[in-house]
């Protein structure tokens, strides 16, 4: 039993620390290359979890090996144009000017009803509302409509917008108080216990969530009571 969960856990956090050196994707957003890694490491690390005939090294190496591969690959693809369209593909395009490319959509294998589901899901309802769409490698269909059926904005309008738009900074995450955060954004313990008093709070363990922005605007969110 021991010996299972010493396993497990070992395989487990090589796992994460491989696939998180790998970046920061969703499952939707896999290049193929990146997929079929996903699935070889889901299959090499249930082996040795569960057969404890087979020793732990056998299922590390292969993993290893795996991750070693695709990190060099990636390095590879930053540098040759040619090695990334030959491994990831290209992007393709499946509406130019409000004009449907049957042809591309067939070599994707890409149905009608799957194109209209795709511009539905980003509030596009009318094929003649697109001037471009683009199947990107990742699968996902970039959606570009005609200028004149997307909302004013006020740069076309030709009025002038006070940039109001900052990035909060999260002092208190459930009920505990971030110290790192709190020496970056400038301020002290003493600031922290004022704004609690403000909010009511006796203490940052009532508090489920406070930031600040560099405008000064202080977001506080009190626990609410479990039922």
Same mark, same amino acid.
């Given at each position: 039993?021991?010996?299972?969960?010493?396993?497990?856990?070992?395989?487990?956090?090589?796992?994460?620390?491989?696939?998180?050196?790998?970046?920061?994707?969703?499952?939707?957003?896999?290049?193929?290359?990146?997929?079929?890694? =996903?699935?070889?490491?889901?299959?090499?690390?249930?082996?040795?979890?569960?057969?404890?005939?087979?020793?732990?090294?056998?299922?590390?190496? #292969?993993?290893?090996?795996?991750?070693?591969?695709?990190?060099?690959?990636?390095?590879?693809?930053?540098?040759?144009?040619?090695?990334?369209?030959?491994?990831?593909?290209?992007?393709?395009?499946?509406?130019?000017?409000?004009?449907?490319?049957?042809?591309?959509?067939?070599?994707?294998?890409?149905?009608? %009803?799957?194109?209209?589901?795709?511009?539905?899901?980003?509030?596009?309802?009318?094929?003649?509302?697109?001037?471009?769409?683009?199947?990107?490698?990742?699968?996902?269909?970039?959606?570009?409509?005609?200028?004149?059926?997307? #909302? =004013?904005? #006020?740069?076309?309008?030709?009025?002038?917008?006070?940039?109001?738009?900052?990035?909060?900074?999260?002092?208190?995450? %459930?009920?505990?108080?971030?110290?790192?955060?709190?020496?970056?954004?400038?301020?002290?313990?003493?600031?922290?216990?004022?704004?609690?008093?403000?909010?009511?709070?006796?203490? =940052?363990?009532?508090?489920?969530?406070?930031?600040?922005?560099?405008?000064?605007?202080?977001?506080?969110?009190?626990?609410?009571?479990?039922?």
């Amino acid at each position: 039993m021991i010996t299972a969960l010493i396993r497990t856990v070992i395989l487990y956090l090589l796992l994460i620390v491989g696939l998180r050196l790998t970046g920061k994707r969703q499952i939707g957003e896999l290049e193929p290359i990146e997929l079929v890694l =996903a699935m070889l490491l889901s299959d090499l690390s249930s082996v040795p979890m569960q057969d404890f005939a087979i020793p732990l090294l056998n299922g590390v190496i #292969p993993i290893l090996t795996l991750l070693s591969l695709s990190t060099l690959f990636s390095y590879a693809n930053l540098r040759s144009v040619r090695l990334r369209r030959l491994i990831c593909g290209e992007a393709t395009l499946i509406i130019s000017d409000g004009h449907v490319l049957q042809d591309a959509m067939h070599r994707n294998r890409l149905t009608l %009803d799957e194109l209209m589901e795709e511009l539905r899901s980003q509030g596009v309802s009318n094929l003649a509302d697109v001037k471009y769409a683009v199947l990107e490698t990742s699968g996902k269909l970039s959606v570009l409509p005609y200028p004149d059926t997307l #909302p =004013a904005t #006020p740069r076309q309008m030709g009025l002038k917008v006070k940039d109001d738009v900052f990035v909060p900074t999260i002092l208190i995450n %459930d009920g505990r108080v971030l110290q790192d955060n709190l020496a970056k954004s400038g301020f002290d313990e003493a600031w922290l216990k004022k704004q609690l008093k403000n909010h009511k709070a006796k203490s =940052a363990s009532e508090v489920f969530f406070l930031s600040v922005d560099d405008k000064g605007t202080v977001v506080c969110l009190p626990k609410e009571e479990r039922i």
